[in-house]
């Protein structure tokens, strides 16, 4: 399968943990993308990347979350001392690097439930 | 922030049926693209649009970019069982970034068989 992929599926946390996801994207897509998607609602953007260099970073993102991408391949969002209201399901996407750029091919996701 | 509405929220049809579903927004978009979401999966790209008044189809789907740029529409042709999921438009604004999506709330399709 070369379609995106990301670990783990599910975690189940204690308030004020500290949670690492892991997405692997399609090979060769050098744009990389993390939302959030809430019951109910449609993902939201949280941060993008490019290779390496994170270029936007959404008000979503507080200062309790950071994601890296410290190769231009697989990336990591970290959420530190988990609150309730971060349960949600965090997706990665990634699209090419010219032609279809704008078609964001998104992971399986990866639940997060904080208790 | 900027907010697309899909309508219908659900819909409940009988299979056979055709199925049309629309998003509409305040703002101008340069590129639609419509996503299908089963539980506890992430969104499966159906259709990707760029050119106003463009339409595509993939299969039994056909997607329209609309003519005022604000607008896309979504039919499925003689529904299958297999139709059931979250529809999902999603949009890149064209006075905002242009790699960030932004996505509607979604039209829940059941299909009865």
């Known amino acids: 399968d070369t379609g995106v992929s990301q670990d783990p599926r599910h975690k189940i946390t204690k308030r004020g943990q500290n949670v690492t996801f892991r997405c692997d994207p399609i090979?060769?897509?050098?744009?990389l993308y993390w939302y959030r998607q809430t019951l109910g609602q449609g993902p939201e953007f949280l941060t993008y990347?490019?290779?390496?260099?994170?270029?936007?970073k959404s008000r979503l993102l507080s200062d309790r979350f950071s994601a890296e991408r410290p190769k231009g391949s697989f990336s990591t969002l970290e959420i530190q001392r988990t609150e309730q209201g971060d349960s949600a399901m965090y997706l990665c996407?990634?699209?090419?690097?010219?032609?279809?750029?704008?078609?964001?091919?998104f992971g399986p996701g990866t639940r997060l439930t904080v208790t | 922030g900027q907010q697309l509405n899909q309508s219908p929220q659900s819909m409940f049809i009988q299979e056979g049926e055709d199925v049309s579903m629309n998003c509409t927004s305040s703002?101008?978009?340069?590129?639609w693209l419509w996503y299908k979401q089963e539980p506890g999966e992430g969104p499966v790209l159906l259709i990707a649009l760029y050119k106003a008044g463009e339409l595509t189809s993939n299969g039994r789907l056909t997607a329209q970019f609309g003519i005022t740029r604000k607008d896309s529409f979504l039919n499925i042709s003689a529904s299958i069982p297999s139709d059931v999921g979250i529809y999902f438009c999603?949009?890149?604004?064209?006075?905002?970034?242009?790699?960030?999506?932004?996505f509607g709330k979604g039209t829940l399709l059941t299909v009865n068989p």
């Open positions: 090979s060769e897509h050098n744009r």
């Open positions: 996407a990634s699209s090419p690097r010219t032609g279809l750029a704008y078609e964001q091919y």
């Open positions: 999603a949009g890149i604004n064209s006075g905002g970034s242009n790699y960030k999506l932004t």
């Open positions: 990347f490019q290779n390496e260099a994170q270029l936007e």
């Open positions: 703002s101008i978009f340069n590129t």
